[in-house]
Nanobody, 118 residues
Protein backbone atom coordinates (compact mmCIF):
# COMPACT_ATOMS: atom_id res chain seq x y z
CA UNK A 1 0.00 0.00 0.00
CA UNK A 2 1.03 3.61 -0.49
CA UNK A 3 1.27 6.45 1.99
CA UNK A 4 1.40 10.08 0.87
CA UNK A 5 3.04 12.61 3.19
CA UNK A 6 2.65 16.32 2.45
CA UNK A 7 4.70 19.23 3.70
CA UNK A 8 5.40 22.88 2.93
CA UNK A 9 2.18 24.64 3.85
CA UNK A 10 2.07 27.75 5.96
CA UNK A 11 1.03 31.37 6.29
CA UNK A 12 2.23 33.92 3.75
CA UNK A 13 1.25 37.39 2.63
CA UNK A 14 -0.26 38.07 -0.77
CA UNK A 15 2.38 37.94 -3.47
CA UNK A 16 4.50 35.44 -1.57
CA UNK A 17 5.57 31.94 -2.54
CA UNK A 18 5.41 28.43 -1.11
CA UNK A 19 6.53 25.03 -2.34
CA UNK A 20 4.47 22.01 -1.36
CA UNK A 21 5.97 18.52 -1.38
CA UNK A 22 4.26 15.14 -1.46
CA UNK A 23 6.39 12.06 -0.85
CA UNK A 24 5.02 8.60 -1.63
CA UNK A 25 6.31 5.61 0.31
CA UNK A 26 5.48 1.97 0.96
CA UNK A 27 5.66 -1.33 -0.85
CA UNK A 28 6.07 -1.39 -4.61
CA UNK A 29 3.02 0.24 -6.12
CA UNK A 30 1.51 1.17 -9.45
CA UNK A 31 1.48 4.80 -10.58
CA UNK A 32 -0.40 6.54 -13.31
CA UNK A 33 -0.96 10.14 -12.23
CA UNK A 34 -0.58 12.34 -9.17
CA UNK A 35 -2.42 15.52 -8.47
CA UNK A 36 -2.86 18.44 -6.14
CA UNK A 37 -6.34 19.41 -4.96
CA UNK A 38 -7.58 22.08 -2.60
CA UNK A 39 -10.66 22.72 -0.52
CA UNK A 40 -11.64 25.96 1.16
CA UNK A 41 -14.26 26.16 3.92
CA UNK A 42 -17.76 25.94 2.48
CA UNK A 43 -16.51 25.10 -1.00
CA UNK A 44 -16.18 21.94 -3.03
CA UNK A 45 -12.83 20.30 -3.54
CA UNK A 46 -11.21 21.41 -6.78
CA UNK A 47 -8.30 20.17 -8.82
CA UNK A 48 -5.25 22.42 -8.87
CA UNK A 49 -2.73 20.52 -10.99
CA UNK A 50 -1.96 17.01 -12.22
CA UNK A 51 1.07 15.22 -13.61
CA UNK A 52 1.56 11.82 -15.19
CA UNK A 53 4.11 9.58 -13.51
CA UNK A 54 5.79 8.92 -16.83
CA UNK A 55 6.16 11.27 -19.75
CA UNK A 56 5.68 15.02 -19.54
CA UNK A 57 1.92 15.59 -19.56
CA UNK A 58 0.67 18.10 -17.00
CA UNK A 59 -2.53 19.96 -16.28
CA UNK A 60 -2.90 23.21 -14.37
CA UNK A 61 -6.24 24.78 -13.51
CA UNK A 62 -7.01 28.11 -15.15
CA UNK A 63 -7.33 29.78 -11.76
CA UNK A 64 -3.66 29.17 -10.99
CA UNK A 65 -2.15 28.96 -14.47
CA UNK A 66 0.97 31.08 -14.77
CA UNK A 67 1.44 31.13 -11.00
CA UNK A 68 1.60 27.45 -9.95
CA UNK A 69 3.87 24.77 -11.40
CA UNK A 70 3.66 21.02 -10.77
CA UNK A 71 6.79 18.90 -11.07
CA UNK A 72 7.97 15.39 -10.32
CA UNK A 73 11.09 13.60 -9.11
CA UNK A 74 10.64 9.94 -10.01
CA UNK A 75 13.75 8.81 -8.12
CA UNK A 76 12.43 10.36 -4.91
CA UNK A 77 8.80 9.37 -5.51
CA UNK A 78 7.95 12.99 -4.83
CA UNK A 79 5.66 15.54 -6.47
CA UNK A 80 5.99 19.27 -5.91
CA UNK A 81 3.71 22.25 -6.29
CA UNK A 82 5.55 25.55 -6.63
CA UNK A 83 3.15 28.38 -5.81
CA UNK A 84 4.14 31.92 -6.75
CA UNK A 85 2.18 35.14 -6.66
CA UNK A 86 -0.16 33.77 -4.01
CA UNK A 87 -3.54 35.43 -3.58
CA UNK A 88 -5.97 35.37 -0.64
CA UNK A 89 -8.34 33.25 -2.71
CA UNK A 90 -5.67 30.53 -2.78
CA UNK A 91 -6.28 29.94 0.93
CA UNK A 92 -7.33 26.31 1.39
CA UNK A 93 -6.27 22.90 2.60
CA UNK A 94 -4.14 21.39 -0.14
CA UNK A 95 -4.15 17.63 -0.70
CA UNK A 96 -2.02 15.42 -2.89
CA UNK A 97 -3.48 12.26 -4.36
CA UNK A 98 -2.53 9.25 -6.46
CA UNK A 99 -4.35 7.66 -9.36
CA UNK A 100 -2.78 4.24 -9.75
CA UNK A 101 -4.66 3.00 -12.82
CA UNK A 102 -5.98 5.98 -14.75
CA UNK A 103 -9.47 5.31 -13.40
CA UNK A 104 -9.56 7.66 -10.43
CA UNK A 105 -7.75 9.00 -7.39
CA UNK A 106 -7.89 6.54 -4.49
CA UNK A 107 -4.89 7.38 -2.28
CA UNK A 108 -4.87 10.74 -0.50
CA UNK A 109 -2.50 12.63 1.73
CA UNK A 110 -3.46 14.20 5.03
CA UNK A 111 -3.59 17.74 3.67
CA UNK A 112 -1.57 20.84 4.44
CA UNK A 113 -2.98 24.27 5.23
CA UNK A 114 -2.07 27.21 3.02
CA UNK A 115 -3.20 30.61 4.27
CA UNK A 116 -2.61 33.79 2.28
CA UNK A 117 -3.23 37.08 4.05
CA UNK A 118 -3.99 40.39 2.36
Amino acid sequence: QVQLVESGGGLVQAGGSLRLSCAASGRAFSRYEMGWFRQAPGKEREVVAQIRWSGSSTYVADSVKGRFTISRDNAKNTVYLQMNGLKPEDTAVYYCALDQTGRGYTIWGQGTQVTVSS
